[in-house]
């Protein structure tokens, strides 16, 4: 076949990188987004690691109408049936079931022998397939595998009843001519490996991950396993909007092969997953960074206005990176702002749109030009924040004093419903200051593991975005807050991130 299914792992192998956890609502938004992408299958998580995977797991499963949802599993009946359980509700159900196939990890991992190996895997793959149409397994380490152990594993998983085979490099080892060689060889030794799809699953420790992936596909592989921005354990896995767009942009050199992703959302959902996240795309990031179209070189930059193909191989609204703004003003109804926003990719209900636009008016008084990064802050602002709930603390009003020779001191007011609560507090600055203070009020302590402040946009009336993070016994919780002032951007974070603290306490 000429297509290439993308199968998306962020929410599973990419979330194991430290800084991308995701709460479930975090996840579901995403996987709707992966959705809108166009990606043909994406693993949702690993079910049986905890029951919050495995419920995460679950609201995917039902929420995705189009993907097919799969969950991770080891080579064990447990993991097999809670995998089963939790995709249940999917259109398209897949199990994806691995287990270790290289001597290394056979030896001091697993302590089995290879005859072991092969039996867990027939035995893996036929209980899943018994709970389940779609079976994908995985040869763990495949890249280190003994060549002809490899096919003799492959083929006892296609006998077994496995729909998808994979072929990871699971430490990033391979190179292009090494992983094309070894994918060439399952497709030409494996018996009956025409009736099911290769996959691989490339990981990036010595920067090779998509080189490698595409070199697989050129091999025969038909599904490439890979995560937005090439997210992922150590140094990642390979980025999907690269392998998108290197099949888009050299045709010729891939016979032609296609993917059914929808290129125009790449650059929505990339900022979507630094927005969920909080980790900044690299500005040098290919196809989705800052200055991924950006020209400085007056060479270039002549070229570039002559004809845009003599720097540019895509174009920027290809990926979905914007050109053009509309600039919106205090004049500006809510009709306008509306239909600005769902131009962005924002459908907000009937509360947190006017919330939104309230904001948006304030907003408005203080700055000359709102742009389109500024109304997607707001909007950000407010879906990261739940719509208004009567036991969510709120910020009334603050006043922090602050110099080099004296302590900031913060006095805040709060309101929960009808409850308002007045407190102050010193701290060595203004934000710590306001952060003791919260603390005191709402009577619950927190540790600070992150605080990151950045301008949305230019110019000295430019809209700050907050940043922070926060952790207490039971979990880490992360919030959100926009404002010309950065003192009450920070305060409202806090609150996003305080009040979902509150709220998984109960």
């Not at 596909?217 to 921005?229: F, K, L, N, P």
């Not at 909007?241 to 929808?262: F, H, P």
């Not at 845009?308 to 979905?320: D, N």
């Amino acid at each position: 076949m000429n297509a290439i299914q993308i199968f998306d792992t962020t929410l599973r192998d990419g979330e194991q990188a430290p800084g991308y956890a995701m709460n479930i609502d975090e996840k579901v938004r995403m996987a709707l987004q992966l959705e809108s992408l166009g990606v043909d299958v994406m693993e949702a998580g690993f079910a049986v690691a905890s029951p919050g995977d495995f419920a995460s797991v679950k609201a995917i499963a039902d929420a995705v109408k189009s993907s097919a949802v799969c969950s991770l599993s080891r080579a064990l009946e447990k993991d097999i049936d809670a995998s089963a359980a939790a995709i249940k509700g999917a259109a398209r159900p897949r199990i994806h079931t691995f287990l270790a196939t290289s001597d290394l990890h056979l030896k001091y991992k697993l302590r089995i022998s290879r005859a072991d190996c092969i039996k867990r895997i027939k035995h893996a793959v036929a209980y899943a397939r018994n709970l389940c149409d779609d079976v994908e397994f995985s040869a763990e380490d495949a890249s280190r595998t003994d060549i002809d152990f490899l096919c003799k594993a492959l083929d006892a998983a296609v006998a077994a009843g496995a729909t998808v085979v994979n072929i990871p490099d699971t430490v990033g080892y391979s190179t292009p001519d090494e992983f094309a060689a070894i994918v060439s060889a399952v497709m030409n030794r494996v018996r009956g490996i025409e009736n099911v799809t290769v996959s691989t699953h490339c990981h990036d420790d010595l920067g090779l991950a998509v080189a490698n992936s595409l070199a697989g596909v050129r091999a025969g592989a038909r599904q490439v396993e890979c995560t937005i921005c090439g997210i992922g354990e150590r140094a990642g896995n390979a980025a999907m909007e690269e392998i998108v767009m290197g099949l888009r942009t050299r045709r010729d050199a891939y016979d032609g092969l296609s993917t059914r992703i929808k290129t125009e959302e790449i650059a929505r959902t990339a900022h979507l997953l630094s927005t969920i996240t909080g980790v900044r795309i690299a500005p040098g990031k290919a196809i989705v960074g800052a200055n991924a179209f950006a020209h400085e070189s007056g060479i270039h930059q002549h070229g570039v206005l002559s004809k845009a193909e003599t720097y540019e191989i895509m174009t920027p609204e290809s990926v979905g990176m914007r050109q053009t703004e509309l600039v919106l003003g205090k004049h500006s109804g809510q009709h306008a702002l509306e239909t600005r926003l769902k131009d962005l990719g924002y459908d907000l209900d009937e509360t947190n749109m006017a919330e939104v636009f309230a904001a948006f008016k304030a907003l408005a008084d203080r700055k000359k030009k709102i742009t389109d990064r500024d109304l997607a802050a707001l909007a950000e602002s407010r879906v990261a924040a739940k719509p208004s709930d009567a036991k969510e603390w709120k910020l009334e009003s603050f006043v922090v004093n602050s110099g080099n020779h004296m302590s900031a001191t913060a006095q805040i007011a709060l309101v929960r419903g009808k409850r308002r609560v007045q407190d102050a507090a010193i701290g060595t600055g203004p934000i710590y200051a306001a952060f003791r203070t919260v603390e005191k009020i709402i009577r619950h302590r927190f540790k600070l593991e992150d605080y990151r402040i950045e301008a949305v946009t230019e110019r000295r009336d430019a809209l700050g975005e907050v940043l922070v993070k926060i952790s207490d016994s039971k979990g880490t919780y992360r919030g959100r807050g926009v404002s010309t002032d950065v003192i009450e951007g920070s305060i409202l974070a806090l609150l996003v991130a305080v009040n979902r603290m509150l709220e998984a306490g109960k």
